[in-house]
Structures are given as C-alpha cells and as structure tokens.
Antibody, heavy 126, light 105 residues
C-alpha cells in the first residue's frame, strides 16, 4: 500500500525551529519527488518546497534561507525544517508525493501530487 | 512567480447541477495544471492532472480542459460528496496553488 505518514503535532514558541518528518512506504522513495505544502487555519494551500529524485531541492522564494528539505534514503523518510517561526505560521503542514515528468529521458519537472500525508499541525505561540 | 486566480471564489449549487470553475494563470503554463478537491479536516485529493487527465478512481463526471492561461474544471452532475473546496495548481514554473473555490449547498 502506497502511503506517506507524517510525524505528530508540534507546539513551538516564536523564533524556534520545527522539523516534521514524512515516512514513505509501498514505493521507491528515491524515484519520486516529495513536496511540502502548508495550510493556515481557514486558508488555502501554499507550496513550500520539494526534494527531487536526485536529491536536489527547490524552495518557494518566501522560504529561501529558512526552509530545509532533506531525506534519509536508507529509511525512506523525508524531513522539513522551518526556522525562525512566527505566530502566523501556525498551520497544518503536509508532505505530498509526485512522479517525475520526463521528455526523451530528460527530467523536466514534477507531476501533480498523487499521494498526501495526513498533515501535521504546527502551533506557534508564546 | 506565476499567479493563479480562480472564479468564482464561492459557488452555491444543488445536487444534479452542472458546475464550472475557472482558473487563470498570470502567464502561459502550457498544460501544466492540476485540480484537487479538499474536504474539511482532510488532505487534498488529486482529481485531474495535465489539465485534462482524469486520475484513476475519480468519477467521470469530473472533467478538465484548457491550455495556456485559462483552464476549467467541470462537474457534470454535482453529487453530495462533491461539496468541497477546489484548488487549481500550476507546475510549469516551480509550483503555485490557486486561492480555492468553495462549492456549497
């Protein structure tokens, strides 16, 4: 069964860092992208960044310098670390898998997100 | 960055209605657009990729069309389980989600 399972809820103070994990199972985790998306209460979806099958990373401009996405290929676990948290960053953080789009054997980019984690609530409050 | 707008932002409909949601991109994204829906307390679910490719297991009442900067999601006959928030997503240059369209009774 293909699934991604995230770590549990976190409570952090402003200025702190949070590291959320996402364990993939039922498929080869190094053959797919893993993305991180967040959703503040009552708000829409915001893409944060990803790690590609070759291990390279891409981040949305607003998170450059504060966000690090990594993976442990031995366990199929992915991590999202966000530093210098602000209270307005209280949100549900999701990981989501996507396949690669290739053209003539060349990696073009990620496909749509077909498998999502259950979400991790990160609360930021003093 | 590529921006996406969706219209309408809110839609009141009834079971059996035909519903159309529009997504517009700030620049040409070719066919690199996906549609999701999300119910309260749940993760989003992929409905359509590459503008018009229906995902396995998604009912055929859902369809997508468009290319370039204008795209549509159509639900041919709204069912009770379709009341949700719908998001478009561009994957042409990094990734962006639209603001969402809530379909309610």
């Amino acid at each position: 069964q293909v699934q991604v399972v995230q770590s549990g809820a976190e409570v952090k103070k402003p200025g702190a860092s949070v590291k959320v994990s996402c364990k993939a199972s039922g498929y080869s985790s190094t053959s797919f992208y893993m993305h991180w998306v967040r959703q503040a209460p009552g708000q829409g979806l915001e893409w944060m960044g990803n790690i590609s099958p070759d291990g390279s990373t891409n981040y949305a401009q607003k998170f450059q310098g504060r966000l690090t996405v990594t993976r442990d290929t031995s366990t199929g676990t992915f991590y999202m670390e966000l530093r210098s948290l602000r209270s307005e960053e209280t949100a549900i953080y999701y990981c989501a898998r996507s396949a690669m789009i290739t053209l003539g054997g060349v990696l073009v980019g990620p496909d749509a997100f077909d498998i999502w984690g259950q979400g991790t609530l990160v609360s930021v409050s003093s | 960055d590529i921006q996406l707008t969706q219209s309408p932002s809110f839609l009141s409909a009834s079971v059996g209605d035909r519903v159309t949601i529009t997504c517009r991109a700030s620049q040409d994204i070719r066919g690199n657009l996906a549609w999701y829906h999300q119910k309260p307390g749940k993760a989003p679910k992929l409905l359509i990729s590459a503008a018009s490719t229906l995902q396995s297991g998604v009912p055929s009442r859902f369809s997508g069309s468009g290319s370039g900067t204008e795209f549509t999601l159509t639900i041919s006959s709204l069912q009770p389980e379709d009341f949700a928030t719908y998001y478009c997503q561009q994957l042409d240059s990094l990734i962006t989600f639209g603001p969402g369209t809530t379909v309610d009774i």
